[in-house]
């Protein structure tokens, strides 16, 4: 299968918008006299493209893989295997992170057994499986992709795909009622997740794989900044209608639009018609690196945030600059954090092997070599 080099270009361009959202630059700060809220709210729209292209990208290699994969099951036991794993390690991780912070700066008792089972039992319950919850907020995608994948590959197999695309279009829609159309009618429960969010862009994303020939017959006839330009303007549009819900509808913030569809579309076309984009750039391999880069972020700011609070300079959040470096610092330590640990994994998994063999044949050279 032919790489696709701009999928991952605009990987780092998503795995930013969505460190973006999560650090709220300018939330507390003034600039040139403009309350910093609003242009958060204005770049926090913006970036509302980067979970959805996630979806998108994950159903259309999905959807890669399994059309000229030979045995289907296998293939799909194995991904859902990897995301299980990732999602199981994280939440583990923050679990711990949080109970340590817990211990250090309030008073919890680590050696109260019924302290200890409680705070367990109050993070670990059905909501993590189906929503992600946790203290690692950010892990829900995970779960929602699983959820997403799941059912999309049953619907693979009972070659339905189509029916399930406007299926999960329909449940998309439902969601807004729940989101940022609340103010209209509030739907009373969570639509961040993978059945009416997850499910229809991951759907989306196997529909243009399954069918890529005749989407690309249409798309050459077309120039590629076409596709570019409708993304900037139904962006602009994004922000307008989401202005609309929350400042005049009084809906709820939310994390999708009527308007994040045609945005995720334009930019996928985009990203299919120029598939060599980013090819010897280094903003592609950290956007290879994405999916790492997002489970680990959250942990950075978490602690950034713990130590303004320990060293009382939360003034340190009203000053442009700080706002300006918070963002490209946290992608930047991310992003080698994330190296640094898979090396550290690669290197103890040989060092394992290692022992095994050096336990059959004692002769065996220095693992290092």
Not at 18 to 30: C, D, G, K, M, S
Not at 256 to 285: A, R
Request: net charge positive.
């Amino acid at each position: 299968m032919k790489r696709n080099y701009a999928i991952d270009y605009i990987k780092f361009f998503a795995i930013f918008a969505v460190i973006l959202i999560h650090t709220q630059p300018f939330e507390e700060a003034r600039v040139l006299g403009v309350d910093g809220h609003y242009i958060d709210f204005a770049i926090d729209t913006l970036a509302r493209f980067a979970v959805p292209f996630f979806f998108v990208s994950s159903g259309y290699l999905f959807g890669k893989k399994i059309s000229i994969n030979n045995n289907e099951s296998v293939y799909f036991s194995g991904y859902i295997y990897k995301l299980m794993k990732i999602f199981i390690c994280w939440f583990l991780f923050y679990l711990i992170y949080d109970l340590l912070i817990k211990t250090k700066f309030q008073s919890f008792n680590i050696y109260s057994f019924d302290e200890v089972m409680n705070y367990f039992k109050g993070n670990i319950n059905l909501e993590v499986f189906f929503y992600g919850a946790s203290s690692g907020y950010q892990l829900w995608y995970l779960v929602a992709l699983i959820w997403s994948v799941f059912i999309l590959f049953i619907f693979i197999n009972l070659k339905k795909l189509n029916i399930l695309l406007l299926v999960s279009f329909i449940l998309n829609i439902i969601g807004l009622f729940s989101q940022s159309y609340s103010g209209i009618f509030n739907l009373p429960v969570s639509t961040r997740d993978g059945v009416f969010f997850g499910l229809f862009y991951t759907t989306l994303g196997c529909f243009f794989a399954y069918n890529k020939t005749e989407i690309m017959k249409k798309i050459n006839k077309q120039k590629a900044s076409r596709f570019l330009a409708a993304f900037i303007i139904f962006s602009v549009l994004q922000i307008v209608e989401r202005l609309v819900t929350v400042f005049i509808l009084d809906g709820k913030i939310g994390d999708y639009f009527i308007f994040t569809v045609p945005t995720t579309i334009s930019l996928f076309l985009y990203v299919m018609s120029k598939p060599e984009l980013g090819k010897k750039s280094i903003l592609t391999n950290i956007g290879k690196n994405s999916i790492g880069i997002y489970v680990i972020h959250v942990f950075f700011i978490k602690f950034i945030n713990l130590m303004i609070d320990v060293l009382g300079v939360s003034s340190i959040n009203e000053t442009i600059i700080w706002n300006i470096i918070l963002s490209p610092a946290i992608l930047i330590i991310s992003y080698i954090s994330y190296q640094f640990l898979q090396k550290v994994k690669d290197r103890f998994f040989l060092f394992i092997v290692y022992l095994y063999n050096k336990y059959k044949e004692p002769n065996l050279v220095d693992w290092k070599e």
